[in-house]
């Protein structure tokens, strides 16, 4: 099966590094940083393998299901992992490696985000910061449907949003203090478009 063919819909960018030059910031992203073939296989089987499920918040006292699914997975020699908690799979570690050689960072935590259609998104917000601290070095990776990144700076209106469309096999790099002064978001579509996973690897420290 071929998945995302580079059509208008679904293309896979143009290869090479492109860095960033925006204030408070230190951002890089990385098209083709896996293959074609390599990003369906891992779309593929992240989506039949991976226990997706359902993740509801509390907002003023009230609780909602957002929209979309996720799953989390953590090395369980992490002090206050959940020990219950799922392992590592191949793709999940093969794709860690990639990224763990990429950035010299080792990563401890990943969260996969599946997005099913164009209902489903994730609005303004920056990470949290009592387990990764305020400056987290966050490694993100897509398969599947392209869905625009966008970022806004926190403080300084002035400054123009920054759109990134993130394709099939894309590797987006946030360091620095982007973080504290950059908010992010993956806005609803109209458009009929196919799942998306995304998975962001953090370096997680609990303070038990």
């Known amino acids: 099966m071929t998945l995302f063919n580079d059509t208008e819909l679904f293309t896979t960018g143009l ?3 492109k860095v960033f030059d925006i204030p408070d910031s230190e951002l890089i992203l990385i098209d083709n940083f896996f293959t074609k073939e390599e990003s369906d296989r891992f779309y593929e089987r992240l989506l039949r393998k991976t226990k997706w499920r359902e993740y509801e918040m509390e907002i003023y006292d009230k609780t909602y299901t957002v929209p979309r699914m996720i799953a989390w997975y953590e090395d ?4 206050g992992a959940d020990l219950k908690g799922p392992d590592w799979n191949y793709e999940l570690l093969t794709i860690r490696g990639r990224v763990e050689k990429e950035t010299q960072q080792d990563f ?7 997005y099913r259609d164009g209902n489903d998104g994730v609005g303004w917000h920056s990470d949290k910061e009592h ?5 987290p070095i966050i490694a993100s990776v897509t398969f599947g ?8 700076h926190k403080y300084s209106k002035e400054i123009p949003q920054i759109e990134i469309p993130l394709h099939h096999g ?4 946030m360091a620095g203090t982007t973080n504290s002064f950059w908010q992010h978001q993956v806005p609803k579509t109209a458009r009929n478009v196919l799942p998306r996973i995304n998975l962001t690897f953090r370096q997680t420290h609990r303070n038990l």
Not at 108 to 114: F, I, Y
Not at 131 to 135: A, D, R
Not at 170 to 173: D, G, N
């Open 145 to 152: 449907e392209t869905r625009m990144f966008r970022l806004r």
């Open 170 to 173: 894309s590797f987006l790099l």
């Open 15 to 17: 290869a090479g590094k």
């Open 76 to 79: 369980k020699d992490n002090p």
């Open 131 to 135: 387990n990764t601290g305020p400056n």
């Open 108 to 114: 401890n935590t990943v969260l996969l985000n599946l």
